[in-house]
């Protein structure tokens, strides 16, 4: 068994489906005030309006319902461990950003979109065991590791939204949390190690870089910041000199430098 999964978190798969429902209706609350003019504008990522980048947010969920009507992969056990999805996202851009504009000219109704999505989901998860194997875009991967790759997506596009039209999205707490633990557990991944303790309260705390390791007190290299700037470093939205110049990230120690891990997620 890979090193990856041998350490891997495990997540409850009802705690998670109720927490992607739950971070999908925020969204959907908040897209269904946007004007049109709102939603032409950009969005910040790349040439996407906000039109494109809310229809994106629906993939989240319908991806999920995709794989489940196709045939589960005949390999008997996962092609991508949890922890390394996050490593696979930038090369799986292009497409993705392809069907989203596809999808965003033959749906123009976002109201009836969402509603469609929401129904769907809904009915398509239930009853479905975590271990059930589903054929996603990056190989096979368990049905409950895959629903907590959901929370990863709508958390981050939810701040997204908030950047673009100041929207103020709320985030559901157990969404974060999952987020937040996928992200730091990458972080693990990338760079084993445990010469440095990340923590990111109340949510994860992980130890990383080769190095000396602590054994017990205080460890000597020490990064401390709160679960969404955390989120916002891991997946590119912000930089870690900004951040901890501000003071929003915690570093002491000399081997406390993330700048070279960071982002994770393309």
Not at 253 to 266: I, S, T, V
Request: glycine fraction near 6%.
């Amino acid at each position: 068994m890979p090193p990856s999964q041998k350490r891997a978190r495990r997540y409850d798969l009802a705690r998670t489906r109720t927490a992607v429902l739950a971070q999908f209706a925020h969204v959907r609350t908040a897209v269904g005030v946007l004007t049109p003019q709102q939603l032409d504008g950009p969005s910040g990522l790349g040439d996407w309006t906000v039109r494109e980048l809310a229809v994106h947010l629906t993939m989240a969920l319908s991806h999920v319902c995709r794989t489940l009507e196709l045939p589960e992969p005949a390999v008997g056990k996962p092609d991508v461990a949890l922890v390394e999805w996050p490593f696979s996202t930038a090369e799986r851009a292009g497409a993705i950003a392809d069907d989203t504009v596809a999808i965003a000219a033959d749906r123009p109704d976002l109201d009836a979109l969402y509603a469609e999505v929401a129904e769907r989901f809904e009915a398509a998860v239930s009853g479905v065991p975590e271990e059930r194997l589903l054929a996603t875009r990056v190989g096979a991967m368990r049905f409950g590791d895959f629903l907590v790759t959901r929370t990863v997506e709508l958390v981050v596009h939810s701040y997204d939204l908030n950047e673009a039209v100041g929207l103020g999205i709320p985030y559901d707490r157990q969404a974060l949390a999952a987020c937040t633990r996928l992200l730091a557990d990458a972080l693990a991944e990338k760079a084993p190690g445990g010469s440095v303790e990340v923590r990111v309260p109340p949510f994860a705390v992980v130890q990383c870089v080769q190095g000396p390791r602590h054994t017990r007190g205080t460890p000597p290299n020490v990064v401390e910041t709160d679960p969404l700037t955390w989120i916002r470093l891991a997946t590119g939205r912000a930089r870690w000199a900004t951040e901890r110049d501000a003071a929003k990230v915690s570093a002491s120690g000399e081997r406390a430098d993330l700048d070279a891990l960071l982002p994770l997620m393309g």
